[in-house]
């Protein structure tokens, strides 16, 4: 079975600071680990996706995330936060040979001016 | 029209109504999705099919009948539903496993459904 936990449901950080949104995830085996974005109204977009390879990874809009495999973490961050960050973010894991992704709960990110 | 689209993006009925979900996907996919969105509570995968086969149905009411005309369409018809289905109804594409996708989603804009 796998699972993910984000620890946060709600960051609040100024505007231009940095932030990092937490993720675990729990497998048994290897997995494929994705980061959605959710707008107000709006259904989910990919941010980024960790398949094989290097362990950094960049996505749109100047996030990034570390696979961290010894930690089974996916942590986004990004440097400087924009107001139109304001927004949910979701982080997903697929694994096992099979198809179904498992999202984790969502964690708010709200920019302060 | 590009991407994953649904009509319509809210509805209103009643318990006794019938109505019906449409998704239409524009990205080649074979593979697509019904994931109920509430508050508070992580999305919850409804149906999957895949080559236009149901492969998955997580013991949803027999309230929510889906169908998969063809790769590129994705219905959910609703019938008799109760107030706590009120939610956002995504629906959602990708590449199946035998593509060697790495599966990541594409998901339309949602249907805010309230029940009254």
Redesign the interface.
């Known amino acids: 079975a796998q699972s993910v936990t984000q620890l946060d449901s709600q960051v609040p950080v100024f505007e231009e600071a940095p932030v990092e949104l937490r993720c675990n995830y729990s497998s048994s085996v290897s997995v494929y680990l994705f980061w959605y974005v959710q707008y107000p109204n709006q259904g989910l977009q990919l941010l980024l996706k960790y398949t094989t390879g290097a362990t950094l990874v960049k996505g749109i809009n100047g996030f990034e995330a570390e696979f961290n495999k010894s930690q089974t973490s996916f942590h986004l961050r990004k440097p400087s936060v924009h107001i139109s960050d304001t927004a949910e973010y979701f982080c997903a894991v697929s694994s096992g040979g099979y198809q179904k992704v498992t999202f984790g709960i969502g964690t708010k990110l709200q920019v302060i001016p | 029209e590009t991407g994953?689209t649904?009509t319509p993006r809210h509805l209103v009925m009643g318990m006794t109504n019938k109505k019906s979900l449409k998704c239409e996907q524009h990205l080649g996919h074979n593979?697509m999705y019904w994931y109920k969105q509430s508050a508070?509570?992580?999305?919850e995968?409804m149906f999957?099919y895949?080559l236009e086969e149901r492969v998955?149905n997580n013991s949803v009411p027999s309230r929510f009948s889906p169908e998969c005309p063809n790769s590129s369409h994705l219905f959910l018809h609703l019938h008799t539903l109760q107030p706590e289905d009120s939610a956002l109804y995504?629906c959602?594409s990708?590449q199946?496993?035998a593509s060697g996708?790495?599966?990541?989603?594409?998901?339309?804009?949602?249907t805010?459904l309230t029940v009254t």
């Open positions: 994953v649904q593979a508070k509570k992580p999305l995968l999957v895949s998955e995504l959602a990708s199946d496993r996708s790495s599966y990541e989603q594409y998901f339309g804009p949602g805010r």
